[in-house]
């Protein structure tokens, strides 16, 4: 089947939405990525704004000690985890200005993987070397029926193949949002989704 026609349906509807996380520049953005790991975006925009009035930039952050930011982001799960990744990836680049854009660079620095290297790079303005895969694209993928695999990295793959590079940005994020208003984990907004015809969930739950 192809999909991609359906697909653009929802690249149009959210292809340019932000990220829910509600950062002001690429080092912001950076920290809070890693901070969203297995954490809510809604609380890690809730305490961002205490954490970047202490820590202005990744050259400030650097020179501090993973226990210094315990106060600020001990609401996140893992926080002494990250917190030690936060200081380790600041320490590594050094200037805001030495932020890297490609995946490869991304994901060498602490609490980075490939999801969100492509966080990052897509709301950084970088090109396109990938397609974000969170829990919200899981979902959709496997309840639309577009592939049997099950593992991130696979399904990015797959998508890959089937997306143009040009609009793998838009495609992270139009399925993630597709996930978070419609294509929910408990009672799903079936009837009003876009791409309802072409859902193999939809098609079985009817």
């Avoid at 912001?28 to 809730?46: E, F, G, H, P, R």
């Avoid at 990744?85 to 200005?97: E, H, P, S, T």
């Avoid at 990015?156 to 609009?167: D, F, S």
């Amino acid at each position: 089947m192809n999909y991609l026609p359906y697909l653009q349906l929802l690249f149009k509807k959210y292809g340019r939405k932000k990220h829910p996380l509600e950062y002001n520049n690429t080092y912001q953005l950076v920290v809070m990525v890693i901070l969203s790991a297995q954490t809510t975006d809604a609380m890690v925009n809730k305490l961002a704004p205490e954490l970047f009035k202490n820590y202005t930039s990744i050259k400030h952050l650097a020179y501090a000690k993973p226990e210094d930011l315990f106060p600020f982001i001990k609401s996140v799960r893992g926080f002494r985890k990250k917190a030690d990744w936060l200081v380790r990836m600041a320490q590594a680049i050094g200037k805001d200005k030495n932020i890297p854009l490609t995946i490869e660079d991304l994901t060498a620095l602490p609490g980075i993987g490939r999801k969100s290297a492509n966080v990052i790079i897509r709301e950084a303005g970088g090109k396109p070397q990938g397609i974000i895969i969170d829990l919200h694209v899981l979902r959709v993928i496997q309840r639309l029926g577009i592939t049997a695999e099950t593992k991130p990295d696979n399904i990015e793959k797959v998508l890959m193949k089937i997306i143009p590079q040009r609009q793998w940005h838009a495609a992270g994020m139009s399925l993630s949002y597709l996930g978070r208003e419609i294509c929910r984990p408990t009672e799903p907004q079936c009837v009003i989704c876009l791409i309802n015809k072409v859902c193999k969930y939809y098609k079985t739950d009817k």
